[in-house]
Structures are given as C-alpha cells and as structure tokens.
C-alpha cells in the first residue's frame, strides 16, 4: 500500500485519497452492492411472481427477509470483526456473499428464493461495519476521513440511482437471476481491492475481551423483532396481534440485552462510551436523519402517484432532487467543516433537514415545487450530517471497537428510519377508511390522505428537531471530551 506518512505509533496512514486508490475502491464497490441488493431486486419482483408462482407473501419475505437480517445483525458481526479482524471478516464476508449470491441459480421455489435472500443478508451484515472501520485504518486526519467517506457513499448513491432503470433493462434481454449473479464480479473486484490495498489486521489492536455470545443474540433479536414491528405496522396495522407481539419481544430482549451487558465481565462494548458527548450526540443526529429520511420515503411517492395521479416513471423522477443534491454536495462537505468548523456544520446541515422537513408538512400539498424544494433541503443537511456524524461517532469509540461503532452507527439510523415509516403508515391507515390503492377515486379521499401527512410530517419533525437540539447542545461538549477520548 502506498503512503505518504506513518503516525506516532508507527502505522502507515495515508495523506490522499490517491495513495491508497484500491482499498478506496474496494470499500466503495462493498458499500455499492449494500445500496443496490434490495432496490434492484425489487424491479424483478413481478417477473419473480410469475416464473415462481410466488404469492405476496413470498414477495414480501424476499424484501423483508433481507433487510431484516441485514439490519440486525450488524452489531454482531462488528463485535466479532473487532475481535476477529476488521479485514479478516469483511473477506470472509464478500467471498460467502458472492457465494450465496451464485446459489441463485439453483432456486427453484419462493421458499429457496427467501433462503437465498436471507443467506445474502448475513453475509451482507459481515461486511457492512467494515467500510467505516477500515477507512479509519487508512486514515489519521478527519478532512480526509470525511473526504473518503463521502466519496464511498456518493458511489453508493449513483448506484441507488441509476440502479432500478439498470435492473429494468437488463431484465429486457437477460434472466432476472442476473441481478444477483452481477454481485459475483463486484464482490471478487472488492476481494482484490481489499486484499492488496489495505494493510492486514495488526492483533496487537484487537478487542481481547472474549465475546458475549448471549449479549450477541439478545442485541440481534432486538434489532429484528423492533424493525420487523415496524414493518408489521405499517402492513397489517395495529388492529392485529403481530405487531404488538413483535414490539413486545423486542422490548424484552432490550431488556434482557441491557441487563446481560451491565452485569457481564465482558461485554459487547463499554455503555459508559455511549455517555461521551460526541458519541451520543453522532447518534442523535443519526437518529433524526433516519426520521426524516422516513418521512420523505414513504410519503412522496404515495402523494406524487396515488393522490396526484403521475405514473411511477413521473414519481420516480420527481424524487431525483433528494438522490442528485446529496450526489452534488458530497464534495463540498468537507469544504464545509474547513470554513466553519465540526461543532457549526452538525448544526446547520440539521436545520436544513429540520427546515426542508417543516415546509414539506405544511406546503407539500399544494404544489411539486415545493416538494421539489423540501427534498433539495433536506438531501442537501442530511448529506453534511451523514458524514460528520459518522466520524464523531466512531472516532469517540476506543481503536479496537470500530467495526462495533460503524455498525450502532448505520443500525440506529436503520432502526429510526423504521420507526418513522411504522408512524407515518400508522396515521395514514387510522385516517383513511378505503384502500390506498383507491385513493385517488375522490377529492375527500387526496384531502383526508394529505391531512394524514401533514400530521405524521409535523409529528416526526417536531421529534426530529428535538434530537437535532439536543444533540447540537450535547455536541458543544465534544471538543472537552476528545482530549481524553481514544484517537
């Protein structure tokens, strides 16, 4: 790997993102794939229906089931990557992914499909807390960390673009199996890239504390029964027993998750990290990015094609401001922070979030430019709030927990995006006495669904702009703390 630099505990750092241009690569395809597995997948969900004879069941456990292993096994695979090698597991990871990504071929059934799914996300979630974490290997200055995480992430968003209308075409002349086949290449170009371009994992920075297997499993199902409740919410709504039985288990396995690590000799990582401003304030911001992003998620597309009438091309492209504003204003993030500093741009990309939140609840409704204006905002802060918290948080973890730390990074962002989804579903289905699929057959149906919206937005940006304050207020003490906060 080439250098520029060695820090004083004698490891190699890079001082441009041009050093080291493989490993930057790597963990740019690695985060690519993560963006691009379930979104494209989905182009291919009615083709699937029909070669597989697959039920709705089917189709959601395909999506669900992914995206639930995904999301909840993160925290896991980053303590045992801390403990194991950073680099180690994130390998081991890619070649199981492309693996179980080729099993496709053999599917014959909904039920092998779902299996592949699931397969895929395990090995996705081996991967995923790697990114962060072997970026703080190459790097020791935060302008650079930024700098590399907001070029591996605009990769991940020019994929997230481009991605369904890729899909749609390739579907045009080849099998819809493709689509995962295409992770093979991806996942070996990673494993080259990695390999050679990033330095072996040193044992002497592992975690040496054994692993809390019972922590493990009570973390992961907390994770997955809190998202599954919220998918359960906003699919069968709370009139049913599933989703209270699920928020119910997840409320246990908190429970039983945060007894079992303050009693333990050792345990995941240290709650007493969780206290240090910079830390607990990261994963606020984080949190209220999630919320927002949830918002906009659900909301847009059902106003633009369901209320409004515009096909699911025309919604498609009346939500590219949000995909290209955070594409435009990755570069410039790091500029940002130069001029005015950490503990100012937190703040300012929040209330621009907070701000496009606010006019999109109260002025969505009656125009496209106004939305177009809310998701230029709201883009445009979560792009800045993104990246600074994303360094904060882990650099206020000590060295041997970072695949840890990226993993509670990217899960509570998951976790909040969920929640605000479940909310926002839940308001709309309370308010709404037809089916959405009729709303647009009457003008007291578009009002009651717009109403509802505007409830649910007003709602969750006054929760969002509550974590947003708090966090701001909890961050003015970060500068104190990393004075004594692990580099």
Not at 146 to 162: D, E, Q
Request: aromatic share 6%; charged share 10%.
């Amino acid at each position: 790997m080439s250098v520029d630099v060695l820090d004083v505990r004698g490891k190699a750092r890079a001082t441009s993102l041009r050093a080291v241009w493989p490993a930057i690569l790597g963990l740019s395809v690695v985060f690519l794939v993560e963006m691009l597995d379930n979104s494209v997948l989905n182009v291919a969900l009615p083709t699937i229906a029909r070669e597989l004879n697959a039920s709705a069941s089917d189709l959601q456990w395909i999506t669900t089931g992914y995206s639930l292993l995904f999301g909840g096994l993160m925290i896991a695979f980053g303590a045992i990557a801390d403990r194991y090698g950073t680099r180690r597991v994130m390998l081991l990871g890619l070649g199981l992914f492309a693996l179980a990504s080729l099993t496709v071929l053999a599917v014959r059934t909904p039920g092998e499909l779902v299996a592949v799914r699931a397969a895929v996300g395990v090995t996705a979630a081996m991967t995923a807390p790697g990114t962060m974490a072997l970026c703080f290997r190459l790097f020791d200055q935060d302008n650079l960390l930024m700098r590399s995480t907001a070029f591996i992430s605009t990769v991940g968003l020019v994929g997230l673009a481009v991605g369904p209308t890729v899909g749609g075409l390739v579907l045009q002349v080849l099998p819809w199996q493709t689509l995962l086949v295409m992770n093979v290449p991806v996942a070996v170009l990673a494993v080259v890239c990695i390999r050679y371009g990033i330095p072996a994992d040193d044992p002497a920075q592992r975690n040496k504390a054994p692993l809390d297997l019972l922590g493990a499993l009570l973390g992961t199902a907390t994770i997955i029964l809190a998202l599954w409740t919220a998918t359960l919410a906003v699919e069968a709504g709370w009139g049913r027993p599933a989703p209270w039985l699920a928020g119910a288990g997840a409320l246990a396995c908190a429970t039983g998750f945060v007894i079992r690590e303050r009693t333990t000799a050792h345990p995941m990582f240290d709650f007493a990290v969780l206290r240090r401003p910079q830390v607990s304030a990261g994963l606020a911001y984080q949190a209220a990015i999630g919320l927002g992003m949830a918002v906009l998620a659900f909301s847009v597309s059902l106003q633009l094609q369901l209320a409004w009438g515009w096909s699911p091309a025309a919604a498609a492209l009346g939500n590219l401001p949000q995909v290209i504003t955070m594409i435009a204003v990755g570069p410039f993030v790091e500029k940002l922070v130069d001029r005015i500093g950490t503990r100012r741009a937190g703040p300012l990309g929040s209330a621009a979030v907070v701000a496009g939140l606010l006019l999109y609840a109260l002025l969505g409704r009656y125009d496209y430019g106004w939305i177009a204006v809310a998701l230029v905002l709201t883009s445009a802060g979560m792009r800045v709030v993104m990246v600074i918290a994303s360094v904060t948080v882990m650099r206020g973890f000590p060295e041997d927990q970072t695949s840890i730390a990226a993993a509670l990074n990217d899960t509570g962002q998951e976790v909040a995006s969920s929640i605000g989804m479940a909310v926002t579903g839940t308001v709309v289905a309370a308010a709404l006495t037809g089916s959405l699929a009729d709303l647009g057959s009457s003008a007291t149906g578009v009002r009651t669904f717009e109403n509802a919206v505007t409830a649910a937005s007003l709602a969750l940006t006054a929760v969002c702009a509550a974590l947003v304050f708090w966090a701001a207020r909890r961050g003015a003490g970060a500068a104190a703390d990393s004075a004594t906060a692990p580099a």
